[in-house]
Every structure is written in C-alpha cells, then in structure tokens.
C-alpha cells in the first residue's frame, strides 16, 4: 500500500501549477493558489482524510449514523498534508517545535556525556537538555542495558516517556517518531505468530513493524534458553522501554505493528478551534498517541463501545464524502486553517487566558496543558498526574489577557512574518518552519534559531527595515517613535559611562551612552501583576510550585511578581555578512528565576549510572551533581490525597521527621525547610545505602522576560511628571531611588508557603551543618561573564534573599552611587546657555568690534551648563558645571578658518573684510541645542600708535592706502601736521606735564580726503 500511495504522491506532486500567490489567503480552495504560489490541484474535492496507521483514504462503512460516521481509524494530519506540502514533512528538522533539538544529539560535538560537568546530559536543546527546573534526566540514547535491574539504575527518561511528557506541548514528530541516530542495535525479527525470523535491520523509525511485533512477541512468545538472544529479540534499550512503578515496561508505541507514534500534527498551530486540552488527555492519560490529532482537530470522537482504544466516529457536519466513497475535508473545515498560527491556537502551550476557576467560562481548557489524570485503582486513590499547568505563566508569570499592549497583533505578528526567516521555501537557507525566537541566555549550544523574533527596536526604531538596506522587510504595524518621549524623560542623555558597543574590528569598546545602550526596552515597559513561579520542588519525588505574585484565581490582585534584572546581549556580534553588529549591546533585562529543588548525591556511589559522582575528575573538569531520580526519592514517602484529589507527600516513611510545625506548600505538601527533616531524609537514605549521602540542591535559572508589556498609561519606568511649579519632575527615583528598580530591593528565591498556622509565608529553609544543602543561581555581569550567586547563608546556616544588585554584578558602593544620582547633577532639565566672551576690538574708534583680516581672533565662551544659583541666566565664577556640553563654533564666511572650532575656545581667521557673523552652537547630554552669534567686522589692520616715553617719541603705523599726509593732535593743545609716504612715521613730542595725554592722528589723501582716524591715551 505504502508503494501504491507513494505513486499517487508524485503524480499528485506533478499536477501541482506554479502561479501567483495571493499572500492573505488563509487556505485555498480546490483551483485557488495560495501564497507559495502553488495551485490546489482543481480536481481534489478537498484535503483527503488518509488512515493513521495505513495512510490510505478512509472510507465510511455506510451512511452516518446519528450524524457520525462511526467505526473508523483516526486520520493522519502529517499523511494528508504531506500530499501538498511534502517538502515541509520532509524537512521537519527545521521546525524546532518538531524537533527540539532531538537532531543534535548524533553531531560530533554532542551525545551522552559530552557536558563533562553533568555527564549525563546529551545535547543543548530540549531532547537531551537537563534543567534543575524540570529534573528529569534524558538517557543515552544510543546504548542497551545488560538486564532489567541495569535499565533501572540507569535510565530515568527514554523517548516514550519524554513523548509522553513534553507531547502536550510538542507539535508531535522529532523523537516522536524516528531516531536520529538511524539505526539503534542488532535484534531479532519475529513473524505475528512469534517465529524468529532471523536479524533484523535497521531502527530509525519507532513505527517500524518488524521491531514492534519483535517487542511484542518478546512477552508472548519468548525466546528459548538455547538461543543467543536469550531472553529478547530486541535488547532492552531507552527507545522501545521505560520504567513505570519500578518496573520495566515495553513501549506502546504500537499495537500488534499498527503505527503508534506522535506525528506531526499541522492542526495543532494552523486550525483555529483546535482543542488542546482534549488532545492532550489522549497523549497523557491515555497514551493514545495516535488519536491525538483526530481529537484535537475536533473532527471525531473515541468510539468507547469498540473497545480498541482508535476507532473514531467522524462528525458527518464537518466531514465529507467524495464521489469515490472517501472522506475528505471541505472549504466549511479548511477556512478555519490559518496561514500563519493564531494567539488562541500559541497560548494553550505557552500562557492561560483564564485564571483558575474564573466564572462563565471554560477555564479548564484556558488555563491547563492537561486535566488531571485520575487513578483507577481503588487501592490507590488520588490523581496519578495533577492537571498541568501551561510552561510560560510557571516560568515566566506570562498570561494573555488584557496585560498585554500587543495582544491585537496575535502571536505572530511578532513572531511569524518578521523578515529575519520565511517558512515556505525549504531550500532556502533562512527556512524555519517554526515561529521566531529570541536568544535564550541559558543555551549550551549553537541556537540556528535564535533571533528570528521581532524585537522592539525592529517595529520602534528601524521601522520594520531589519537589515539596515533602506527596503522594509517586515510589517512595522507603525508603531510609535519613541525618542520624544524617552528624550524628555532624560532616557537619551549621554550620561552613562561604561556602555558597550563593538569597534570597526568587532572588539567591545566603551563608551559614553544612554539609558538606552545599557536597559532593555522591557526592564521598564513590563509589569507582571498575575503569579509566576519561583520554584518547583522535586524534593518528594513528585513535582510541586511554589509561586509568587497573586493567587491564581485572582485575574486582578494587589500583588506584582518580584522580577530580577542581569546582562544579556541584544544580538549576536556578527552579522551574517561576518562584519559587526551596530545594533550589538549589553542591556539589562528582566528575569524571573525560578528554583528546581532536587536530592543530590555527594556520596561514593553513583546514583543516576552515568559512571560518575558528585566532585569527580572528569577530562580535565569536575562533575557537579549526581542527581538522584525522582522515582529514588519517591520512594521515601508516604502520601496522601489533597482536596483537589492530588497525591500529596505526607511525611517519610516510617519516620516522624515531619510534623505539625512542618511548611507545607499550596498543594498541602510537606517541604524541606527545617534542619530535622532534612537529617531525617539524609539518615533514611544513607541507611538503606551507606554509599549515597543526599545534599539539598535549591538550583535557581533565569527565564527571559519578554510578554505582558504594559501600555505607558498603566506602567512604565522613568515616567516624568510636571510639578505645581511646571518644573519636569524626572522618573529617576523609580530606579535610582533606594526602594525599587532594578538592581535595589531583595529577592527570595523560594517563593510562598503555608505556615502551620496556615498563614502564607515566605520560604526559607535551615539546616544543622554546612554541606547538606547547596542553594545557588546563575547570572552575568556587564562584561557577560557568567557568574553564580550562592544563596546559602552559611554563618546563619539557612537560605538567604539575593539582592537584585548581585545579578547585575553590582557592590555596595556602585549601588550607593548610583541610588545618590540627582538628575540636576547630570544636567537632566537644564538645558544649555550658550554664551561668547567678548572679542577684542581692534579699532575702537569704529562702532561695533572690528577685527583684522588674515591675523587670529580669539573666541572664548563660559561653561554652558552649570546650576544657576545667583538667578541670573549666566554662569558666574564659582557656580557648580554639570551635564555633558558640546561646543561648536561656526561662521557665515565659509572661507574663514576656524582653529579648535569643538571646544570652549577657539580662534577664526577671516581673508576678507566686511560684516562677519561668528556662531556658537552648545548641545547637552539630552541632545538639547542652544545658539548664540555675535557680529564683528573684518578690516584691514588699522592705524597704530604706540609711545616710547624715554626719548618722547610717538610711532605712528598702519596707515590706509593713499595717506599723503596727516594732522596729529598731542593731547596738550599742540598740533603737529606730518607729511609721508612711507607706511611708519616716528615723531618726537616734549610734554611739560607728565599727565595722561590723549594723542589723536587722521590721516588725509593728497585732495584732504579724510582717509582714517585713531587716537590713544598716553602717559608721558
């Protein structure tokens, strides 16, 4: 059949007609083109629905009854959207919501092991990643176990339990599917009726008939001593097995070869009215991967009667028949699927749109990943799995509701058509079919991903011209310019030292920059007023929150989730052209850390078989942790059922280490808080087995900051105000003020608990000796080196808060000096007074000031910028200068020469007589420009005098072209008439007094033209 259906793909693929697209269309129709400018092929009725398991068309076995088509296998969304979107199936490792990464744990530079300081990780991304967040522990995917009690001790995640796990939130494909290693061992292919058929093949697919069938017949038919294989066909290995209550357990992924695995469902991102909640309970509750689609698509429910866990009735008002008997989908279905994924369709992985039990709507299905999954065993009462809640509102206390200024834009109008990737054409090298990203500060690895997310700066500022070409790249949706208003908050003030940006070779420089080239735009644009957690204790063997802010069923609630601020870099130094990024900084940018709590073992047995223990050599590294599986830890405890019907720890077995004084979390959960439970814990563990000492770990990550941006009229850093005097009030105290901001004010990295008294408390955990409990946290300095907090007091032996000030890098006296600022110290609201000095006249006898062509004219100005404290617009000699003050001189003769023309004095050459202009332009750190001018007259040198006293000699020099001849008045009543033609004449004159005497000279032509004038206060 898979042959026969092969055929049909490529005559299908060759009918399909290359022509315009029309870019808005949601999907086409049957003759309609869609955006990649491919025709849907005019003879298909509709999107043919195709089996699951075969992929062939389904077929109704008659007319619907009671409106449903019943008895029939669930269709496969990746099968029926292959047949036209084949090169986007076929290149699913470029959808990282498929893949997760699962690709990279077979590249050279990955695998089992290669992190040398946690050993038993496989690869940076969500397949083979640890986190103290979530705590589970990938296996070596690429190994076999010698026996059950060996896959026990060693394997605590396979590929069906992470399927299981992370399907809720997995578009389905990726290790849901397929092994990336392309083979795994050597086993033995067994008939449906159990006969050994001898070696098998290869094992990349999970749906493979062969090895499910070799699995099943494993516990049906197994082998005889006698054979080599003895006891498996298929040795035990962490893609076909997985431990469940201790106990080993074959992978369902298939029932007698029938294909069992999570594929790729498309519906999930692109239908609007997709049910995720209902999807999800297949996946988790059931394990029903292969009917999770159909039940999310809404198109058929479970037929329970049929008791095979996949017969579905089809609903006949959204499904159609064919002429040819089959099943097909129509334009009344197809409208719905969307081009590019709708918010409601992102939000039921990432963020609730409801808060707990909110009236009047169907908030379970808003606010979960998945309901509760109940026990059906009497004997043990209580849900097996709490309901889940959705990853971005733990991690980072997102919700999608009204808190979220873009929330008319949906998801993808940041995250889809942002001109940094295309989703449509898989061979191009900036193919992603996957929503953009950011840069996760936390990555191990190289993200291909990373990036592609508009970030505010892209809309804001470059107005949707990403790669600086002057050509829009991408819908900017015209959002607002916000320089104006960041420049009368002071926020563009040049007045921040020790910014970073990246010289011509791609070096870090310093330099002098704003509030801009240090803060994110979201430090001061994001609020989170719903509840975030702040740790997630593992400690119990089972998975507990421990959150912040508002209770969850508060949509408004007086309380703001405490956020930390560290450094992270705005985007990679490099463009892809290899030069360096302008737009590169180091910012700071809000984070909510979130703690895993979880047993490590620091004794001389390995506890989770990765070959290594706590503080061992491992190439030239020490291993840090050796974690302990949560199912060991579980173990410890006895439960009990909560009033939400959860299974809750309450105390340790056969030990009284808890009691009535003991903290208990929301859930009702006893924690780790006092010194005596946590010996208790300690001496029950190390009993049973002296080789394993269990260490408290309280392990915190940041998680990015980036939704539930606020509009500026409900909150915003740095906002200024007029005062009743209309003097601007600056914002600065919201940060700079010693209570509040970003790096003042403390963090407890716990988050909130029951005390006995049950009131709500927050947590802090003692302990009797330094060494049993380890508390610490990640962060990075402005020089984005990575540092850890430790947040264990160990003179008070207890768990401490973290200073927001310690995950910027910052000591006490940068806080000090920084929480001293006085805007009025910077200049912030004084704009600048430009000023010149007066300029020296060189002929006094003219009106105005005249200066001489071809000789240097000082120019001088005070400082510009300076606290006014005598009242009177001018600087005064001992007035304190602030601010940052730019000097430019300038002129109207362009052809004058200017010496110095950027600093307070200057000097200016005129070659040309007449009326001159000379400017000065002052700007501040705010940018604020200020001119002043003054007027001067450019003349030829004029006449000199100058007296010699001892032998009583008057020099007369520079006389105007054409003197013949000139009168000179002595000051004494004398005159004295002097002819010349030479351009200096000397003349001895006898005072009787020695009193001050005023000489004046004017000089004649030969007609008695006056030529010029000069005089000169003289003392004989």
């Known amino acids: 059949m898979r042959k026969t259906l092969s055929v049909a793909l490529a005559i299908l693929a060759a009918s399909l007609l290359m022509v315009s697209p029309d870019a808005q269309a949601a999907h086409p129709k049957p003759g309609e083109t869609g955006y990649r400018g491919i025709q849907f092929n005019p003879a298909m009725a509709g999107i043919p629905l195709l089996d699951y398991f075969s992929m062939s068309p389904i077929r109704p076995y008659g007319p619907a009854v009671d409106g449903r088509y019943k008895g029939l296998a669930p269709f496969g969304i990746r099968a029926s959207c292959n047949l036209c ?3 986007i199936v076929a290149n699913e490792n470029k959808n990282r919501h498929a893949t997760m990464s699962y690709n990279k ?13 946690k050993p038993w ?4 991304g969500k397949f083979g990643r640890w986190s103290p967040v979530y705590n589970r522990q990938l296996g070596n995917m690429n190994t076999t176990y010698a026996t059950e009690a060996d896959l026990v001790k060693k394997l605590d995640l396979g590929a069906f339990e992470f399927t299981t796990e992370c399907g809720v939130c997995h578009v389905g494909g990726g290790p849901g599917i397929t092994n990336p290693y392309g083979f795994t061992f050597s086993w033995r292919v067994s008939s449906y009726f159990g006969k050994d058929l001898g070696a098998g093949g290869v094992h990349s697919n999970l749906d493979n008939e062969f090895r499910n069938q070799s699995i099943a017949n494993d516990f049906i038919f197994p082998l005889p001593l006698s054979s080599p294989y003895y006891p498996r066909r298929v040795p035990l290995n962490p893609w076909d097995f997985f431990v469940a209550n201790d106990t080993v357990q074959q992978v369902d992924w298939a029932q007698w070869g029938s294909n069992g695995t999570l594929q790729l469902d498309c519906l999930m991102c692109h239908l609007q009215g997709y049910d995720h909640l209902a999807r999800n309970e297949e996946i988790t509750r059931y394990q029903r991967l292969y009917n999770a689609g159909t039940v999310g698509s809404g198109l058929a429910v479970l037929d329970a009667a049929a008791g095979d866990g996949f017969s579905m009735d089809y609903d006949a008002s959204q499904v159609m028949v064919a002429s040819d008997g089959n099943l097909y989908l129509d334009f009344s279905f197809t409208d719905r699927i969307t081009r590019f994924p709708q918010a409601g369709n992102c939000v039921h992985c990432h963020m609730p749109t409801a808060v707990k039990n909110q009236a009047g709507v169907d908030w379970k299905k808003q606010f979960y990943a998945y309901d509760a999954v109940p026990s059906d065993d009497p004997a043990n009462p209580g849900n097996v799995k709490p309901a889940r809640y959705l990853s971005d509102m733990v991690k980072r206390g997102d919700i999608w509701n009204s808190d979220e200024l873009h929330k008319g834009l949906q998801c993808s109008g940041c995250h889809s058509q942002t001109g940094k990737f295309q989703a449509w054409k898989s061979n191009d090298a900036n193919y992603m079919h996957s929503p953009g990203k950011g840069y996760d500060p936390m990555g191990e690895g190289a993200d291909e991903f990373g990036g592609t997310v508009k970030f505010c ?5 470059l107005k949707g011209d990403v790669n600086g070409d002057g050509v829009t790249d991408t819908d900017w949706f015209y959002a607002p310019v916000p320089d104006n208003s960041h420049s009368k908050a002071g926020l563009m003030a040049k007045i921040v030292p020790g910014a970073k940006r990246l010289d011509d070779k791609g070096a870090e420089v310093q330099f002098t920059g ?23 204790d593992y400690s119990t063997g089972a998975q507990f929150f421990n959150f912040v802010g508002n209770a969850l069923d508060q949509s408004s609630g007086p309380e703001r989730v405490d956020l930390a601020y560290s450094w992270k870099e705005t985007v990679p130094k490099l463009r892809a052209d290899g030069t360096p990024n302008p737009l590169w900084r180091r910012l700071i940018y809000p984070f909510n850390y979130v703690t895993g709590i979880y047993w490590n073992n620091v004794g001389s047995k390995d506890a989770n078989g990765d070959g290594f223990t706590t503080g ?7 291993v840090a942790a050796d974690p302990f599986f949560q199912r060991a830890v579980k173990e410890n405890f006895r439960f009990g059922v909560n009033q939400e019907n959860n299974r809750i720890p309450t105390g340790l077995t056969g030990n009284t280490g808890f009691d009535s004084q003991s903290v208990k979390n929301a859930d009702g959960a006893v924690m780790f808080t006092r010194p005596a439970e946590i010996e208790a814990y300690r001496s029950q563990v190390t009993t049973k087995d002296p080789g394993l000492v269990p260490q408290l770990v309280l392990e915190s990550e940041p998680y990015l900051i980036t939704h539930n941006v606020l509009s ?8 200024t105000a007029t005062g009743s005097n209309g003097v601007t009030i600056y914002g600065c105290s919201d940060c700079h003020g010693g209570t509040g901001g970003v790096y003042n004010g403390s963090i407890n990295m716990i988050g909130k608990a029951k005390a006995p008294d049950s009131s709500t408390i927050p947590v802090t955990v003692r302990w009797n000796s330094n060494g049993q409990v380890a508390a610490k946290a990640v962060s990075w300095d402005r020089d984005g080196i990575r540092r850890s907090i430790s947040f264990a007091d160990t003179v008070a032996k207890s768990t401490r808060d973290i200073s927001r000030s310690e995950f910027l890098g910052y000591d006490a006296s940068r ?7 006085d805007p009025a110290a910077y200049g912030l609201g004084l704009p600048p007074v430009p000023a010149i000095n007066a300029i020296a006249d060189a002929d006094s006898t003219q009106f105005g000031t005249q200066v001489v062509i071809g000789l240097p004219v000082a120019l001088s100005c005070p400082p510009a910028q300076f606290l006014d404290a005598n009242k009177n617009g001018k600087y005064d000699a001992g007035e304190t200068l602030v601010g940052q003050v730019s000097y430019a001189w300038g002129s109207s003769d362009s052809g004058a020469v200017i010496t110095g023309g950027n600093s307070q004095n200057a000097s200016i050459v005129f070659g040309s007589t007449g009326a001159k202009t000379i400017t000065l332009t002052v700007t501040d750190e705010e940018g604020i420009t200020r001119t002043t001018s003054t007027s001067v007259t450019a003349i030829v040198p004029p006449i000199s005098i100058s007296w010699e006293p001892v032998s009583d000699t008057a020099t007369f020099t520079s006389f105007p072209a054409g003197t013949a001849y000139m009168k000179i008045y002595w000051g004494d009543g004398l005159i004295s008439t002097v002819t010349t033609n030479t351009p200096s004449v000397s003349v001895v004159h006898h005072y009787s007094t020695g009193t001050a005497k005023q000489i004046k000279v004017y000089c004649y032509n030969s007609g008695g033209g006056q030529l010029g004038y000069a005089t000169k206060i003289i003392t004989p």
């Open 616 to 622: 061992m050599s491992n190439n030239g590294k020490i």
């Open 514 to 536: 704003s509030h801009l080239d240090i803060i994110s735009c979201t430090s001061c644009h994001i609020q989170k007023r719903y509840a975030a957690a702040r740790s997630i």
């Open 457 to 461: 700066y892209d809309c804001h500022v």
């Open 712 to 719: 500026t009229g409900q909150f915003a850093l740095g906002k």
């Open 85 to 87: 979107h084949f090169d």
């Open 105 to 117: 744990i077979v590249l050279p530079e990955y695998g089992y092991g290669y992190d040398k300081e």
């Open 815 to 821: 806080v000090a000096a920084l929480n001293a600022i």
């Open 121 to 124: 990780v496989s690869g940076p």
